[in-house]
């Protein structure tokens, strides 16, 4: 698809959450928290769910943690408008708790559509909670399963989703710098990881064509 198809193909999905999707969060939430970025990106980043502030201005990472994602982009050549960001929920969780099963069921299908317009070529779930999630196959009962992400982060894993296969790399959130300084150096490495098999996955690409 090109820009305006998949532009097209991804405001359809969001209008078809708010006038169809039944949930709790969705009457207790300020915004709809859909997802920002390129319809052509790369890199797509899959975060847990909104904040405060997300569910205030009704889009992911703002904010402290989005400066935060910014400067780390920016290390690998990047910008924020270059990859496109959403979360497992499109709508803010009270007081920022973990999501249920109930509501990971209703909002998976909508993340899913996501991915398959994006089409991206790296996918990066952000945190232990999506990390865990995307890695159990979109499947909540199998998160258990998975391994945390202090012993996944930076590691590249295939994983199908729904036919397609993609590479996955874990990484700590960027949140997690703001409460715990000593974690920078190692997420700033994970991007490097990332910014190099972006360029081996784009060199395996060209060879294919």
Do not use: W
């Not at 169809?20 to 969060?25: A, G, K, Q």
């Not at 990971?104 to 089409?119: K, M, S």
């Not at 590479?167 to 997690?176: G, L, V």
């Amino acid at each position: 698809m090109i820009d305006k198809e998949k532009n097209e193909a991804l405001a359809s999905v969001k209008k078809k959450i708010i006038a169809e999707m039944v949930c709790p969060l969705k009457d207790a939430a300020t915004n709809i928290v859909f997802g920002k970025g390129n319809p052509n990106a790369e890199i797509l980043f899959i975060g847990e769910a909104p904040g405060r502030n997300e569910d205030l201005q009704g889009e992911p990472f703002v904010g402290a943690a989005g400066k935060q994602l910014d400067e780390l982009l920016k290390i690998i050549g990047l910008e924020l408008k270059d990859v496109y960001i959403a979360n497992i929920l499109k709508y803010r969780p009270p007081e920022n708790r973990a999501p249920t099963k109930e509501e990971i069921i209703r909002h998976t299908p909508y993340l899913v559509e996501q991915i398959r317009i994006i089409g991206p070529k790296i996918i990066i779930t952000l945190g232990n909670y999506a990390t865990k999630f995307v890695l159990a196959g979109f499947d909540p009962e199998k998160m258990k399963h998975v391994g945390g992400i202090t012993h996944l982060h930076g590691i590249p894993v295939e994983r199908t989703v729904y036919g397609k296969k993609y590479s996955i790399i874990p990484m700590y959130h960027p949140a997690a710098m703001l409460y715990n300084g000593a974690l920078r150096g190692i997420i700033v490495e994970d991007f490097r990881r990332a910014e190099e098999y972006l360029k081996m996955s784009r060199t395996i690409g060209t060879c294919d064509s």
